[in-house]
């Protein structure tokens, strides 16, 4: 089983995500900020990469996630199997998958929820029917290992770039986070940081949430300014750039 974690709003304090099951999607995510820097204790999202997840099995939240669970009608002893943990991540220690609401219940690890507020309205990030989303998603998971399948998460960052082998060659599949033509409250938050860098870059519309022909020659103007490929669509590394333009 493989679960992804498409992180597609990086905050100054949380960042919100999508979470997918063998590409089908799932919820919605929110975790720490994402961080360029040395991590910062509860204040730092996991890095981008691939990870296993095995059942935890001790522990205060194993311990309270099972009561609860034993207890709670529709579902009794033996549903609640053991937290879900990341493992082996550099740096990290106990990331467990679990329900909470904002990024003070996250301390590095990734909360679920059927809903979620946008950064631009809430630093803080906010999701909710937080434990709906965990009741849906863990059984999927738990089952898989019970039957001893290998469970892996992958966490993507915005237009990741990854290399891929095709015919003993190492090419890059590029996935671009937006594109001309989008629109919505991560067109509008992608507008608001090309402001940021140059207040003056879309003097007609302005952050109108539409990615329209405006929004793309502002884009190829900051991505020619920071010496990147003027391609008009937001990849891993203009995301990067337009990164260090969210105001503190």
Not at 106 to 132: E, M, P, Y
Request: net charge negative.
């Amino acid at each position: 089983m493989k679960l992804e974690v498409k992180r597609t709003q990086l905050g100054i304090d949380a960042t919100n995500g999508e979470l997918y099951i063998d590409n089908v999607r799932e919820c919605f995510t929110l975790e720490d900020e994402v961080r360029d820097g040395p991590k910062v204790y509860g204040e730092t999202a996991v890095p981008a990469g691939e990870y296993e997840i095995t059942f935890r099995t001790v522990g205060g939240f194993h311990t309270k996630l099972k009561k609860y669970y034993d207890n709670k009608e529709g579902f009794g002893p033996g549903w609640h199997k053991g937290s879900l943990w990341v493992r082996d991540i550099p740096g990290f220690e106990f990331i467990l998958i679990h329900p909470g609401n904002d990024d003070s219940d996250t301390l590095g690890c990734l909360l679920v929820g059927q809903t979620q507020q946008d950064l631009d309205k809430n630093k803080d990030g906010f999701i909710g029917r937080s434990r709906a989303a965990y009741e849906a998603l863990y059984p999927k998971v738990r089952d898989a290992l019970l039957a001893g399948e290998k469970v892996t998460i992958k966490y993507t960052n915005l237009g990741q770039v990854e290399p891929e082998p095709v015919n003993d060659k190492i090419v890059k599949k590029e996935e671009h986070l937006l594109n001309k033509g989008d629109n919505g409250l991560n067109v509008k938050f992608l507008q608001n940081l090309l402001l940021s860098w140059d207040s003056g870059c879309l003097p007609k519309f302005g952050a109108d949430s539409d990615f329209g022909g405006e929004t793309l020659e502002a884009v190829k103007g900051f991505q020619s300014s920071h010496g990147l490929d003027p391609s008009g669509s937001i990849d891993f590394m203009t995301a990067i750039a337009l990164s260090k333009y969210v105001k503190e």
